[in-house]
């Protein structure tokens, strides 16, 4: 099974800062990794898919990289509709999609 | 406008069952796979089953496989999820989310608002 991690577990940021998330994986997923955003009591949002490709309607300040076995997620410009837990889903072994365990991004 | 709708979840005593169901608009349900996804109070997002368009092709966590069932309906636009044998830590609000593929690349782009379960004595 393919495992995944991500970092920091949580982080404390100001509107108009530049964040970054890291998620890996147990094994090459190659660009099979896509993110979700979560407030809370509200569902998961798409992202980003593909490892870099921004989903219709998702603001530009939103950005990802990487390939293989490691990943980031950039928000440019942290606004305060920002302010959510962020999880990464790898579907290189599609259908057995596998979830990162969260990073939750709060007000500092 | 696309969406989904889950409804069915309440309180059940552990050994229970309980049945989801997932009502879908705004799209051709018929053209896509489907997953129900979970998330423990407090906790992480948890794959929990799968199933393809025509319903050829099913799949589902370890942690569920043998207890829930999966199947749709796509003459009526719905989803469903048939839980049995019900522990507490399958507690948790569960979605249904739309399989989305561009280039290869699987991803789930519609979810649902939630319908939460609770196995408690």
């Known amino acids: 099974d393919i495992q995944m991690t991500q970092s920091p577990s949580s982080l404390s940021a100001s509107v108009g800062d530049r964040v970054t998330i890291t998620c890996r994986a147990s094994?090459?997923?190659?660009?099979?990794l896509n993110w979700y955003q979560q407030k809370p009591g509200k569902a998961p949002k798409l992202l980003i898919y593909?490892?870099?490709s921004l989903q219709s309607g998702v603001p530009s300040r939103f950005s990802g990289s990487g390939s293989g076995t490691d990943f980031t997620l950039t928000i440019s410009s942290l606004q305060p509709e920002d302010f959510a837990t962020y999880y990464c889903?790898?579907?290189?072994?599609?259908?057995?999609?596998?979830f990162g365990p969260g990073t939750k991004v709060d007000i500092k | 406008e696309v969406q989904l709708v889950e409804s069915g979840g309440g309180l059940v005593k552990p050994g229970g069952s309980l049945r989801l169901s997932c009502a879908a608009s705004?799209?051709?349900?018929?053209?896509?796979?489907m997953n129900w996804v979970r998330q423990a109070p407090g906790k992480g997002l948890e794959w929990v089953s799968s199933?393809?368009?025509?319903?050829?092709?099913?799949y589902y966590a370890d942690s569920v496989k043998g207890r829930f069932t999966i199947s749709r309906d796509n003459a009526k636009n719905s989803l469903y999820l048939q839980m049995n044998s019900l522990r507490a830590e399958d507690t948790a609000v569960y979605y249904c989310a739309r399989d989305a593929m561009v280039g290869g690349y699987y991803y789930m782009d519609v979810w649902g608002k939630g319908t939460t379960v609770t196995a408690s004595s």
């Open positions: 705004g799209f051709t349900f018929s053209s896509y796979s």
């Open positions: 593909a490892a870099s």
């Open positions: 094994q090459s997923i190659y660009s099979y």
């Open positions: 889903q790898q579907s290189s072994s599609t259908p057995f999609f596998t």
């Open positions: 199933i393809s368009s025509s319903s050829s092709y099913i």
